[in-house]
C-alpha cells in the first residue's frame, strides 16, 4: 500500500486528531489564527537605522584587499574607518 493510499484510508476525524497531535501544529485553534502575525517573504518593515548611500569611490587596491581579506561586512568597516578618521579631524568648510 502506497503512502497515498494509507492516507486516502483516514477518517475526516483521524486526520483532524493528527494534526491537533502534530508538535509542529502551533495553530490549533480559531483563537491562536486570530493571534497569529503573517510575514511575507520579500516585503521589508520600516528602515530602522538611518540607510547609507550607495557610491562610487576609487581607493587603492592595497586597502581593498586588506578590508575584503577579514571577510564580510569589510564595506562596513571601511565606513567606520572614515567615520573614525571624521571625528578625529573635523573637515574645515570653505
Same mark, same amino acid.
Given at each position: 500500500?502506497?503512502?497515498?493510499? =494509507?492516507?486516502?484510508? +483516514? $477518517?475526516?476525524?483521524?486526520?483532524? =486528531?493528527? %494534526? ?8 490549533? !485553534? ?14 521589508r518593515g520600516p528602515q ?7 557610491? %562610487? ?8 584587499? $586588506? +578590508?575584503?581579506? !577579514?571577510?564580510?561586512?569589510?564595506? $562596513? =568597516? ?15 568648510? %570653505?
Amino acid at each position: 500500500m502506497t503512502d497515498k493510499e =494509507r492516507v486516502s484510508n +483516514f $477518517s475526516e476525524e483521524a486526520v483532524e =486528531r493528527m %494534526a491537533m497531535d502534530d508538535l509542529d501544529n502551533f495553530l490549533k !485553534t480559531d483563537e491562536d489564527w486570530a493571534q497569529a502575525t503573517i510575514h511575507r517573504p520579500g516585503i521589508r518593515g520600516p528602515q530602522k537605522a538611518p540607510t547609507k548611500k550607495s557610491i %562610487a569611490i576609487r581607493l587603492s587596491q592595497d586597502v581593498v584587499e $586588506s +578590508f575584503k581579506s !577579514t571577510g564580510a561586512g569589510w564595506q $562596513s =568597516r571601511i565606513d567606520d574607518a572614515l567615520r573614525k578618521y571624521l571625528k578625529e579631524h573635523p573637515l574645515k568648510h %570653505a
